[in-house]
């Protein structure tokens, strides 16, 4: 059996209490590797390990050396692309299709696109007059901001872990992650690359574990962490937070969406079908920024529900290698039985099940695996739980509407502010209710079509501040202004 060691100084390295937890497979519930499980040793290990990466030769090359070696680990990913593929795809079940194209890829992209962006940005500067005529000159400097830790989720597990260790090293800061327990492998690999690409020992560092009494809560307590990035539940947002006030410690996060989608009658239909399919289905509906509630102008409601009952059923379920796949099983037994509460409860409240709504009959070898049927509701009321609460499943609730304040007054009526997307062809109105909604991210007639420079987070308890682009280098270096009187 693979086992999954901590990665630290440049090292694998097994747990100091010798505890271990079992990887599991979601297409066939199989144990398919052993993993470390870290404590407050291995973090105390790691973080000392980044501190002194920080003092040594990474806080001293050259910013062209460190951008040629982060683009190395983009390299390096890509010419391992196939195991990235394997390990990502066994630890989470999904499509390779999917994974081919997004995950790897776009995992090995965050390193390209921080480092060049880092390299390019400028710092400000302002000449001030003085009252003895010679006048000062300020401009302001960036440095790392020091130790990161990097709690990461399951969904995207390669991709949202580079989304922020990319940007940190560009930076020039030293990083500790904590992968999610339900997909360690690809992290872990990771090590390996960082090694081949000459990043130094105890710049990368990787702790297994779970969150609470566990590498997570020990990695966001500990003093030496001088900032925490966080993608996960709002929940373990929460809990975060509180740990990393002790010290003051800054926080980047981006946590969980209800988002809405807004589908006008004078949508090109086959663009919004197509584009409601992916945002409610893809990856299983496991996606942050997944559409959970649909509103369809009351002409096309009709046409709408009955086009995206027959996409949802025309979705291919099965294993990862088929290339036919395209649409993989929730991420674990655990999550289909919060999911499959959610199906019982949209029952109760008195929804009408369009389609879906249980588990599928699967063949015999994937008997154990965490499918689940897609699943489309109509009917329930806004106060709903089904409709305010946030799912993570393959599943969403479409309800008609007939005005535009009526659907923007709707789709803001969520303590969520992560995602919203409007489908029309009147662009001028795509452009009023876009600058009414209550979200980070606002797409029309798209969905997931997203440049890596743009910022990325959400309002509400979908997150605080923005990633991506120059805009997580406000979180990633600390500015200083440095005054020169002349
Ligand atoms: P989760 O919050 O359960 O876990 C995320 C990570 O936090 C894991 O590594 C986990 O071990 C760790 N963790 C849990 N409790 C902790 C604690 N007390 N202290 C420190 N670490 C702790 O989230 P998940 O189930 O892995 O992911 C699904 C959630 O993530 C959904 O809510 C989804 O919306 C959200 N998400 C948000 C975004 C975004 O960009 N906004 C992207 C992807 C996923
Ligand atoms: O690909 C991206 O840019 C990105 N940040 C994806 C996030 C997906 C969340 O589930």
Not at 216 to 227: I, M, W
Request: aromatic share 8%; with cysteine; charged share 25%.
């Amino acid at each position: 059996m693979k086992e999954i060691r901590h990665f630290i100084n440049g090292e694998y390295v097994a747990s100091e209490s010798g505890r271990l937890f079992d990887d599991i497979d979601p297409a066939t519930g199989e144990n398919i590797a052993r993993v470390h499980e870290g404590g407050k040793a291995e973090i105390d290990r790691a973080v000392a390990a980044a501190r002194a990466a920080l003092d040594g030769e990474w806080g001293h090359l050259p910013i062209a050396e460190r951008m040629a070696r982060l683009h190395r680990v983009a390299d390096r990913i890509n010419e391992r692309f196939e195991e990235f593929l394997a390990a990502e795809c066994a630890d989470t079940g999904k499509p390779r299709s999917m994974a081919s194209h997004i995950d790897i890829p776009r995992g090995a992209a965050n390193f390209k696109i921080f480092a060049d962006l880092v390299k390019n940005v400028p710092t400000e500067s302002f000449h001030m007059d003085t009252p003895d005529g010679t006048g000062a000159l300020n401009y302001a400097i960036r440095r790392p901001k020091g130790v990161i830790g990097v709690i990461s989720p399951w969904n995207l597990p390669l991709l949202l872990m580079t989304w922020k260790v990319g940007p940190a090293l560009a930076c020039g800061n030293a990083v500790v992650v904590k992968p999610s327990e339900e997909t360690p492998q690809t992290t872990a690999l990771l090590g390996e690359v960082m090694n081949e690409a000459g990043i130094p020992a105890g710049v990368y560092n990787v702790v297994h574990g779970f969150g609470p009494g566990s590498a997570g809560e020990y990695l966001t307590q500990h003093k030496g962490v001088d900032a925490v990035t966080f993608t996960g539940e709002t929940r373990t947002g929460t809990a975060i937070m509180k740990a990393a006030a002790e010290g003051i410690r800054d926080v980047s996060f981006e946590l969980g969406g209800k988002n809405p989608a807004i589908v006008f009658a004078d949508a090109d239909l086959d663009q919004a079908i197509e584009g409601t399919m992916r945002s409610a289905f893809a990856n299983c509906g496991q996606v942050c920024f997944g559409t959970e509630r649909v509103y369809v102008e009351r002409p096309v409601f009709d046409e709408f529900v009955s086009r995206l009952k027959a996409g949802a059923e025309a979705l291919k379920m099965g294993p990862s290698q088929d290339p036919d796949v395209n649409f993989g099983p929730l991420i674990s037994q655990e999550h289909r039985d919060k999911v499959l509460g959610y199906y019982r409860l949209a029952e109760e409240e008195g929804a009408t099940v369009v389609t879906g709504g249980g588990v599928p009959e699967m063949p015999e070898a994937f008997g154990g695996g965490a499918w689940i049927q897609p699943t489309i509701w109509t009917g329930l009321g806004d106060d709903a739980r089904v409709v305010r609460e946030e799912i993570f499943g393959p599943c969403c609730h479409i309800r008609p509407f007939d005005s535009e304040d009526e659907v923007v007054g709707l789709a803001n009526d969520t303590d969520y502010g992560l995602a919203a997307t409007v489908w029309t062809r009147d662009l001028a109105r795509a452009n009023r209710v876009v600058r009414r909604l209550e979200a980070g991210l606002l797409w029309v007639n798209s969905w997931f079509l997203r440049d890596l420079r743009t910022p990325f987070g959400g309002m509400k308890s979908s997150g605080i501040g923005r990633e991506g682009g120059v805009h997580g280098l406000e979180f990633y270096s600390e500015l200083s202004n440095v005054c020169i009187k002349l």
